[in-house]
T-cell receptor
Framework: DTAVSQTPKYLVTQMGNDKSIKCEQNLGHDTMYWYKQDSKKFLKIMFSYNNKELIINETVPNRFSPKSPDKAHLNLHINSLELGDSAVYFC?????????????FGPGTRLTVT | AQSVTQLDSHVSVSEGTPVLLRCNYSSSYSPSLFWYVQHPNKGLQLLLKYTSAATLVKGINGFEAEFKKSETSFHLTKPSAHMSDAAEYFCVVSDQAGGGNKLTFGTGTQLKVEL
């Protein structure tokens, strides 16, 4: 069974569109994250949720809105897509916020904005 | 803020020879450090972690890393490289400020293994 899964794996869309990426974890973790990996493979955290509560919100355009319906799911909705949003987006989960547990990553969603 | 610096963007070794990937960290207190590996078009996999226990940390696939506070280093090593080790490696520091567990990634080292 996949521990952290993301859908879709690939997403190609045009500028100005709105799209969502879904993430699910079956590890029983209570903290989930979104990371963005740019074309130079640099990874940067965007958001983190603990038990459906937003606890990390980095400097990200407000066109990006995470939503956590329950602690096993964390979705990322992006409005008015721009060329610069093209990247690989990774979801991750860990056991508990505030304690350093390793994070488990999903396979990534490659978003291409044309 | 904590940070990590990976000193080499590319490392090339021959199969069967040792691997050394270098990482220095900057932290105002005792950090938690990780090495992650990313194979082409794949997600990230944890290789090993240091969380203030033993300074020599053993990970998966024969990798290990040594935490050296005096040198602020956390270099990754493997005695004998295998073709399957070719991948991107990230040194990572954990920041627990604000109640969250935020990972800060280095810029990555691409490891190439040649026959």
């Amino acid at each position: 069974d996949t521990a952290v899964s993301q859908t879709p794996k690939y997403l190609v869309t045009q500028m100005g569109n709105d799209k969502s990426i879904k993430c699910e974890q079956n590890l029983g973790h209570d903290t989930m994250y979104w990371y963005k990996q740019d074309s130079k493979k640099f990874l940067k955290i965007m958001f983190s949720y603990n038990n459906k509560e937003l606890i990390i919100n980095e400097t990200v355009p407000n066109r990006f809105s995470p939503k956590s319906p329950d602690k096993a799911h964390l979705n990322l909705h992006i409005n008015s897509l721009e060329l610069g949003d093209s990247a690989v987006y990774f979801c991750a989960s860990s056991q508990m916020a505030g304690i350093t547990y390793e994070q488990y990553f999903g396979p990534g969603t490659r978003l291409t904005v044309t | 803020a904590q940070s990590v610096t990976q000193l080499d963007s590319h490392v090339s070794v021959s199969e069967g020879t040792p691997v050394l990937l270098r990482c220095n960290y900057s932290s105002s207190y005792s950090p938690s450090l990780f090495w992650y590996v990313q194979h082409p078009n794949k997600g990230l996999q944890l290789l090993l972690k240091y969380t203030s226990a033993a300074t020599l940390v053993k990970g998966i696939n024969g990798f290990e890393a040594e935490f050296k506070k005096s040198e602020t280093s956390f270099h990754l090593t493997k005695p004998s490289a295998h073709m399957s080790d070719a991948a991107e490696y990230f040194c990572v520091v954990s920041d627990q400020a604000g109640g969250g567990n935020k990972l800060t990634f280095g810029t990555g080292t691409q490891l190439k293994v040649e026959l």
